[in-house]
């Protein structure tokens, strides 16, 4: 049977157990399922048939599915439809690559879903553990019928209440729309915010965080502009792309990049990756 190419990956007992379908060995995919390993028993199957095949073989029922998609339409509705019949307790979650970010603009992504950008698992994990810790349901817990806002206004309460502070916001774009929505998110958060051009000198006051809209992957240029910011304060810096790419996020990152997000891109998530760098921040002080 296919459910032969099904392989457990941890030894120990856990309280709940993840059966991942697809190439989890990507490299954009090989460092991120680390935590997931670490609090969860783990089964990896190379195909949603083989995923099936062990489904119907195994005496442990999965409590989570997890599909690592590294191209547009490789998992269809069909599939998590058959994945819901089979396993009708299991949430389904689905990791999607780099080549996955037009798939929401153009194509048709599969329903009844929990869809997460290979770039903000590790922090989106996080906030599910986090979810836990304080008593509360976590929003990929969800019953799968619910809809993509309700799911929104389930992770904002979260998020608002973490990153709620006093403190600038520096944005950077050349977009006065979406200057104007990062204001709002800060504003909700209980921050002011400012805008000002990539070129300027940095200010004498130290903001709280820095956030910064550029065009594709950004040049050098961008990149030199922000490490100077970056140098003069050590405060969170939140980087916002059109197509994240590892190499986008390996560039960033060495420029002084807390977070790298690619848009569009929700409220929920700009809310919690806000969160996310100034629980940082204050962890540091």
């Not at 980087?239 to 190499?247: H, I």
């Amino acid at each position: 049977m296919r459910s032969a190419q099904c392989t457990p990956i941890d030894s120990h007992v856990a309280a709940r157990h993840w059966l991942v379908a697809g190439d989890a060995d990507r490299d954009e995919f090989r460092e991120l399922l680390g935590p997931l390993h670490a609090q969860a028993s783990v089964t990896r199957c190379a195909s949603v048939a083989d995923a099936m095949d062990w489904l119907a073989a195994s005496q442990h029922a999965a409590d989570w599915i997890l599909l690592v998609q590294s191209r547009p339409r490789e998992f269809t509705t069909a599939d998590i439809v058959a994945l819901n019949r089979r396993a009708p307790l299991a949430r389904v979650v689905l990791l999607v690559g780099p080549w996955c970010d037009g798939e929401l603009r153009t194509g048709s992504p599969p329903a009844g879903v929990v869809r997460v950008a290979w770039h903000r698992w590790q922090a989106a994990w996080a906030e599910q553990q986090r979810s836990c810790e304080r008593g509360q349901c976590p929003s990929w817990a969800l019953p799968a019928t619910v809809t993509d806002e309700e799911r929104v206004l389930a992770e904002l309460g979260g998020a608002s209440d973490r990153c709620a502070r006093r403190g600038l916001a520096i944005i950077v774009s050349s977009c006065a729309e979406m200057a104007h929505m990062l204001a709002d998110a800060c504003a909700r958060c209980g921050m002011n915010a400012v805008t000002a051009r990539a070129d300027t000198p940095p200010i004498a006051t130290p903001p709280a965080v820095l956030i910064w809209d550029v065009p594709d992957g950004g040049d050098a240029a961008l990149h030199a502009a922000l490490r100077r910011w970056t140098d003069r304060w050590s405060v969170p810096a939140l980087v916002l792309v059109n197509f994240a790419r590892p190499e986008h996020h390996a560039a960033w990152r060495s420029s002084g990049a807390t977070a790298i997000m690619r848009k569009p891109l929700l409220l929920d998530e700009l809310l919690r990756q806000l969160a996310d760098a100034l629980a940082s921040e204050r962890s540091c002080l």
